[in-house]
Protein backbone atom coordinates (compact mmCIF):
# COMPACT_ATOMS: atom_id res chain seq x y z
CA UNK A 1 0.00 0.00 0.00
CA UNK A 2 1.13 3.49 -1.12
CA UNK A 3 0.30 6.82 1.18
CA UNK A 4 -0.96 7.96 -2.37
CA UNK A 5 -2.94 4.79 -3.77
CA UNK A 6 -5.32 6.25 -6.09
CA UNK A 7 -4.44 9.84 -6.09
CA UNK A 8 -3.80 12.11 -9.48
CA UNK A 9 -1.15 14.85 -9.43
CA UNK A 10 -0.13 17.12 -11.72
CA UNK A 11 3.35 18.59 -11.33
CA UNK A 12 4.78 21.07 -12.99
CA UNK A 13 9.20 20.95 -14.04
CA UNK A 14 8.79 16.97 -13.44
CA UNK A 15 11.72 16.69 -16.11
CA UNK A 16 14.79 17.30 -13.97
CA UNK A 17 15.92 17.87 -10.35
CA UNK A 18 13.30 17.88 -7.76
CA UNK A 19 9.90 17.37 -9.40
CA UNK A 20 11.39 14.27 -11.40
CA UNK A 21 12.07 12.97 -7.73
CA UNK A 22 8.80 13.55 -7.01
CA UNK A 23 7.09 12.15 -10.24
CA UNK A 24 9.25 9.03 -9.01
CA UNK A 25 8.19 8.91 -5.65
CA UNK A 26 4.25 9.77 -6.11
CA UNK A 27 4.36 6.77 -8.68
CA UNK A 28 5.91 4.49 -6.09
CA UNK A 29 3.45 5.72 -3.39
CA UNK A 30 0.50 4.82 -5.85
CA UNK A 31 -0.11 8.12 -8.19
CA UNK A 32 -1.05 8.53 -11.41
CA UNK A 33 0.98 11.82 -12.81
CA UNK A 34 0.68 14.45 -14.86
CA UNK A 35 3.10 16.71 -15.84
CA UNK A 36 3.75 19.79 -17.33
CA UNK A 37 7.45 20.60 -18.47
CA UNK A 38 9.41 22.76 -21.16
CA UNK A 39 11.64 20.69 -22.23
CA UNK A 40 10.30 18.31 -25.29
CA UNK A 41 13.44 15.67 -24.21
CA UNK A 42 12.56 15.11 -20.87
CA UNK A 43 8.64 14.95 -21.80
CA UNK A 44 9.44 12.11 -24.42
CA UNK A 45 11.81 10.49 -21.52
CA UNK A 46 8.86 10.77 -18.77
CA UNK A 47 6.08 9.12 -21.22
CA UNK A 48 8.65 6.77 -22.56
CA UNK A 49 9.40 5.19 -19.41
CA UNK A 50 6.21 5.48 -17.51
CA UNK A 51 3.87 4.13 -20.07
CA UNK A 52 0.33 4.15 -18.39
CA UNK A 53 1.33 6.09 -14.99
CA UNK A 54 2.85 9.43 -15.99
CA UNK A 55 1.02 11.52 -18.79
CA UNK A 56 3.82 14.26 -19.36
CA UNK A 57 2.81 17.52 -21.29
CA UNK A 58 5.14 19.59 -23.18
CA UNK A 59 4.75 23.46 -22.33
CA UNK A 60 5.36 26.42 -20.43
CA UNK A 61 4.14 27.25 -16.87
CA UNK A 62 3.93 31.05 -17.41
CA UNK A 63 1.26 30.41 -20.68
CA UNK A 64 -2.12 29.87 -19.32
CA UNK A 65 -2.97 28.08 -22.00
CA UNK A 66 -0.23 25.56 -21.08
CA UNK A 67 -1.35 25.52 -17.65
CA UNK A 68 -4.82 24.63 -18.77
CA UNK A 69 -4.16 22.10 -21.50
CA UNK A 70 -1.74 20.13 -18.48
CA UNK A 71 -4.81 19.89 -16.32
CA UNK A 72 -7.51 19.05 -19.32
CA UNK A 73 -4.76 16.15 -20.09
CA UNK A 74 -4.44 15.45 -17.07
CA UNK A 75 -8.19 14.51 -16.19
CA UNK A 76 -9.01 13.06 -19.34
CA UNK A 77 -6.28 10.89 -19.00
CA UNK A 78 -6.68 10.04 -14.79
CA UNK A 79 -10.28 11.25 -14.17
CA UNK A 80 -9.39 13.43 -11.87
CA UNK A 81 -7.00 15.70 -9.98
CA UNK A 82 -6.34 15.40 -6.03
CA UNK A 83 -2.66 17.34 -5.80
CA UNK A 84 -0.87 20.13 -7.86
CA UNK A 85 2.59 20.52 -7.15
CA UNK A 86 3.72 23.81 -8.16
CA UNK A 87 7.66 23.20 -9.12
CA UNK A 88 8.93 24.08 -12.08
CA UNK A 89 11.73 27.55 -11.22
CA UNK A 90 15.03 29.45 -12.79
CA UNK A 91 17.68 30.08 -10.93
CA UNK A 92 18.87 32.67 -13.70
CA UNK A 93 22.38 33.03 -12.07
CA UNK A 94 24.67 34.91 -9.03
CA UNK A 95 23.58 38.31 -9.37
CA UNK A 96 24.18 41.66 -6.97
CA UNK A 97 21.96 44.88 -7.70
CA UNK A 98 25.59 46.76 -7.93
CA UNK A 99 26.80 44.43 -10.89
CA UNK A 100 23.51 45.11 -12.98
CA UNK A 101 22.66 47.94 -15.66
CA UNK A 102 18.88 48.89 -15.31
CA UNK A 103 18.31 47.38 -18.33
CA UNK A 104 19.83 43.73 -17.25
CA UNK A 105 17.35 43.62 -14.32
CA UNK A 106 14.98 44.66 -16.04
CA UNK A 107 15.46 41.60 -17.88
CA UNK A 108 16.43 39.29 -15.01
CA UNK A 109 13.20 40.44 -13.33
CA UNK A 110 10.66 39.74 -16.03
CA UNK A 111 12.65 36.29 -17.04
CA UNK A 112 12.66 35.21 -13.34
CA UNK A 113 9.11 36.57 -11.65
CA UNK A 114 7.25 35.41 -14.68
CA UNK A 115 8.29 31.48 -14.38
CA UNK A 116 8.89 31.59 -10.80
CA UNK A 117 5.87 33.77 -9.31
CA UNK A 118 3.41 34.08 -12.02
CA UNK A 119 3.92 30.52 -13.25
CA UNK A 120 2.72 29.31 -9.76
CA UNK A 121 -0.18 31.40 -9.79
CA UNK A 122 -1.28 30.10 -13.36
CA UNK A 123 -0.40 26.29 -12.52
CA UNK A 124 -2.87 26.80 -9.37
CA UNK A 125 -5.73 28.85 -10.88
CA UNK A 126 -5.75 26.11 -13.44
CA UNK A 127 -5.73 23.13 -11.10
CA UNK A 128 -8.35 24.91 -8.93
CA UNK A 129 -12.00 23.96 -10.59
CA UNK A 130 -10.54 20.36 -10.28
CA UNK A 131 -9.52 20.16 -6.62
CA UNK A 132 -12.12 22.06 -5.21
CA UNK A 133 -14.14 18.55 -7.11
CA UNK A 134 -11.67 16.62 -4.73
CA UNK A 135 -11.01 18.42 -2.07
CA UNK A 136 -7.58 18.12 -3.00
CA UNK A 137 -4.56 20.15 -2.02
CA UNK A 138 -1.26 22.02 -3.65
CA UNK A 139 2.25 21.43 -2.65
CA UNK A 140 4.30 24.39 -3.64
CA UNK A 141 8.36 23.93 -3.79
CA UNK A 142 9.82 27.19 -1.76
CA UNK A 143 13.30 27.38 -0.90
CA UNK A 144 15.81 28.51 1.75
CA UNK A 145 15.51 32.20 -0.19
CA UNK A 146 11.91 32.20 0.25
CA UNK A 147 13.04 33.53 4.23
CA UNK A 148 16.69 34.23 3.85
CA UNK A 149 19.34 35.80 1.37
CA UNK A 150 21.18 32.70 0.00
CA UNK A 151 23.63 32.83 -3.28
CA UNK A 152 23.59 36.64 -4.71
CA UNK A 153 20.52 35.89 -6.23
CA UNK A 154 18.95 39.38 -6.68
CA UNK A 155 16.33 38.44 -8.52
CA UNK A 156 16.02 34.76 -7.82
CA UNK A 157 16.03 35.54 -3.98
CA UNK A 158 12.91 37.99 -3.94
CA UNK A 159 11.16 35.20 -6.48
CA UNK A 160 11.38 32.55 -4.31
CA UNK A 161 9.92 35.38 -1.16
CA UNK A 162 7.15 35.28 -3.26
CA UNK A 163 6.57 32.19 -3.38
CA UNK A 164 5.94 31.80 0.47
CA UNK A 165 3.35 34.59 -0.38
CA UNK A 166 1.55 32.64 -2.99
CA UNK A 167 1.56 29.68 -0.09
CA UNK A 168 0.38 31.65 2.70
CA UNK A 169 -2.34 33.99 0.90
CA UNK A 170 -3.60 30.68 -1.32
CA UNK A 171 -3.89 28.79 2.23
CA UNK A 172 -5.79 31.08 3.70
CA UNK A 173 -8.11 31.83 0.53
CA UNK A 174 -8.87 27.84 0.27
CA UNK A 175 -9.36 26.69 3.61
CA UNK A 176 -11.31 24.69 4.91
CA UNK A 177 -11.55 22.61 1.39
CA UNK A 178 -7.90 22.77 0.15
CA UNK A 179 -4.83 22.51 1.78
CA UNK A 180 -1.86 24.70 0.85
CA UNK A 181 1.10 24.10 2.06
CA UNK A 182 5.16 23.97 0.96
CA UNK A 183 8.50 22.80 0.76
CA UNK A 184 11.83 24.83 1.29
CA UNK A 185 15.02 23.10 0.11
CA UNK A 186 18.05 24.42 0.83
CA UNK A 187 20.62 23.16 -1.93
CA UNK A 188 20.75 20.05 -3.81
CA UNK A 189 22.83 19.45 -6.94
CA UNK A 190 20.10 19.54 -9.90
CA UNK A 191 20.39 21.21 -13.42
CA UNK A 192 19.08 24.27 -11.75
CA UNK A 193 21.32 25.40 -9.18
CA UNK A 194 24.54 23.06 -9.68
CA UNK A 195 27.95 24.48 -8.41
CA UNK A 196 28.49 25.24 -12.12
CA UNK A 197 25.50 27.55 -11.94
CA UNK A 198 26.75 29.20 -8.53
CA UNK A 199 30.63 29.18 -9.63
CA UNK A 200 28.91 32.26 -11.79
CA UNK A 201 30.13 35.71 -11.47
CA UNK A 202 32.39 37.46 -9.13
CA UNK A 203 29.78 36.97 -6.08
CA UNK A 204 29.63 33.38 -6.46
CA UNK A 205 29.22 30.68 -3.72
CA UNK A 206 33.01 28.69 -3.65
CA UNK A 207 32.02 25.22 -4.09
CA UNK A 208 33.44 23.90 -1.53
CA UNK A 209 32.65 26.63 0.66
CA UNK A 210 28.55 25.58 -0.19
CA UNK A 211 29.56 22.44 2.13
CA UNK A 212 30.71 24.25 5.05
CA UNK A 213 27.67 26.15 5.76
CA UNK A 214 25.79 23.14 5.82
CA UNK A 215 25.32 21.38 9.39
CA UNK A 216 23.84 18.07 7.27
CA UNK A 217 25.38 16.30 4.57
CA UNK A 218 23.52 18.18 1.36
CA UNK A 219 20.94 15.54 -0.31
CA UNK A 220 20.56 14.67 -3.48
CA UNK A 221 17.16 16.21 -5.27
CA UNK A 222 15.51 12.62 -4.32
CA UNK A 223 15.87 13.05 -0.62
CA UNK A 224 13.41 15.85 -0.75
CA UNK A 225 10.65 13.85 -2.19
CA UNK A 226 9.58 12.61 0.94
CA UNK A 227 8.47 15.85 1.82
CA UNK A 228 5.93 16.29 -0.93
CA UNK A 229 4.52 13.04 -0.38
CA UNK A 230 4.26 14.17 3.68
CA UNK A 231 2.04 17.07 2.56
CA UNK A 232 0.64 15.57 -0.82
CA UNK A 233 -1.40 13.27 1.86
CA UNK A 234 -4.45 13.95 3.59
CA UNK A 235 -3.54 11.24 6.38
CA UNK A 236 -0.18 12.70 7.50
CA UNK A 237 -0.93 16.51 6.92
CA UNK A 238 -4.30 16.87 7.70
CA UNK A 239 -3.27 19.78 10.29
CA UNK A 240 -1.32 21.59 7.96
CA UNK A 241 -2.29 24.82 5.72
CA UNK A 242 0.35 27.70 4.92
CA UNK A 243 2.98 25.46 6.22
CA UNK A 244 6.56 25.80 4.74
CA UNK A 245 8.65 23.07 5.66
CA UNK A 246 12.28 23.95 5.79
CA UNK A 247 14.30 21.27 4.60
CA UNK A 248 17.75 22.92 4.45
CA UNK A 249 20.09 20.87 6.09
CA UNK A 250 19.97 23.14 8.69
CA UNK A 251 21.44 26.06 7.32
CA UNK A 252 18.85 28.55 8.21
CA UNK A 253 20.43 27.61 12.20
CA UNK A 254 23.84 27.62 11.40
CA UNK A 255 23.91 31.73 12.20
CA UNK A 256 26.47 33.97 10.75
CA UNK A 257 29.61 33.13 12.81
CA UNK A 258 31.82 30.58 11.68
CA UNK A 259 31.46 27.35 14.36
P1 LIG B 1 15.95 21.64 -12.45
O1 LIG B 1 16.40 22.66 -13.44
O2 LIG B 1 16.74 20.39 -12.29
O3 LIG B 1 14.43 21.28 -12.72
C1 LIG B 1 13.47 22.25 -13.08
C2 LIG B 1 12.61 21.71 -14.21
O4 LIG B 1 11.64 22.73 -14.53
C3 LIG B 1 13.40 21.44 -15.49
O5 LIG B 1 13.06 20.18 -16.03
C4 LIG B 1 12.99 22.58 -16.43
O6 LIG B 1 13.01 22.21 -17.79
C5 LIG B 1 11.59 22.87 -15.94
N1 LIG B 1 11.16 24.23 -16.28
C6 LIG B 1 11.89 25.37 -16.22
N2 LIG B 1 11.18 26.42 -16.65
C7 LIG B 1 9.96 25.92 -16.98
C8 LIG B 1 8.80 26.52 -17.51
N3 LIG B 1 8.75 27.81 -17.81
N4 LIG B 1 7.72 25.74 -17.74
C9 LIG B 1 7.76 24.40 -17.47
N5 LIG B 1 8.84 23.78 -16.99
C10 LIG B 1 9.93 24.54 -16.75
O7 LIG B 1 15.88 22.43 -11.06
P2 LIG B 1 15.46 22.01 -9.57
O8 LIG B 1 16.59 22.37 -8.69
O9 LIG B 1 14.87 20.66 -9.51
O10 LIG B 1 14.33 23.12 -9.31
C11 LIG B 1 12.99 22.81 -9.00
C12 LIG B 1 12.48 23.84 -8.00
O11 LIG B 1 13.25 23.74 -6.80
C13 LIG B 1 12.62 25.30 -8.45
O12 LIG B 1 11.42 25.99 -8.13
C14 LIG B 1 13.77 25.83 -7.61
O13 LIG B 1 13.68 27.20 -7.41
C15 LIG B 1 13.59 25.03 -6.35
N6 LIG B 1 14.77 24.94 -5.50
C16 LIG B 1 15.90 24.31 -5.92
C17 LIG B 1 17.00 24.24 -5.07
C18 LIG B 1 18.27 23.56 -5.49
O14 LIG B 1 19.29 23.75 -4.81
N7 LIG B 1 18.28 22.78 -6.54
C19 LIG B 1 16.95 24.82 -3.81
C20 LIG B 1 15.77 25.44 -3.40
C21 LIG B 1 14.68 25.50 -4.26
Not at 202 to 215: G, H, K, L, V
Not at 243 to 252: K, T, V
Amino acid sequence: MGWLDGKTALITGGGSGIGRAVVDRYVEEGATVGVLELDGDRVTALNEEYGDTVHAVQGDVSEWEDNERAVAETVSEFGKLDIFVGNAGIFDKVVQLADLEPDELETAFEEVFRVNVLGYMLGAKAALPELLKTEGCMVFTASYSSFYPATGGMVYTPSKHAIAGIIRELAYELAPKIRVNGVAPGYSPTNLSGVEALGQGESAADPDEIDERYPLRIPEAEEYAGYYVLLGSEENSRASTGAIIEADSGLSIRGADEP
